[in-house]
């Protein structure tokens, strides 16, 4: 069983900040990267940040140059942090852990896992 807990969102005005964590606990061989995707109302789900197993990042165009991604290996944990934060920005964020794990037969498997989801709102 894979756990992940996410923390951080709320309502911040235009131009703010905020960092969203997203810690990952269970039974897990290894993690192979980590994802935030957001969802916004009436509109698709869309990613907005990866993180690899070896530290590399990529991003969303829209998020480019105000978010940045980041890992704590020892605590299974990645922080997003968000400035010049813009309205569009307001959505539904999640988590998503894309990690091996080794079966009962001792084979390994990847899995994915997604977190609740935390609301980010930018507004003034």
């Known amino acids: 069983q894979v756990q992940l807990a996410e923390s951080g969102g709320g309502l911040v005005q235009p131009g703010g900040s905020l960092r969203l964590s997203c810690a990952a606990s269970?039974?897990?061989?290894?993690?192979?990267?980590m994802n935030w995707y957001r969802q916004a109302p009436g509109k698709q789900r869309e990613l907005v940040a990866t993180?690899?197993?070896?530290?590399?990042?990529t991003y969303g165009d829209s998020v480019k140059g105000r978010f940045t991604l980041s890992r704590d290996n020892a605590k299974n944990t990645a922080y997003l942090q968000m400035n010049s934060l813009k309205p569009e920005d307001t959505a539904v964020y999640y988590c998503?852990?894309?990690?091996?794990?080794?079966?009962?037969?001792?084979?390994?498997?990847?899995?994915?896992?997604w977190g609740q989801g935390t609301q980010v709102t930018v507004s003034s």
């Open positions: 998503n852990l894309d990690c091996t794990v080794l079966g009962g037969d001792g084979i390994p498997r990847g899995y994915d896992y």
């Open positions: 269970g039974r897990f061989f290894r993690i192979n990267a």
């Open positions: 993180i690899t197993s070896g530290g590399s990042t």
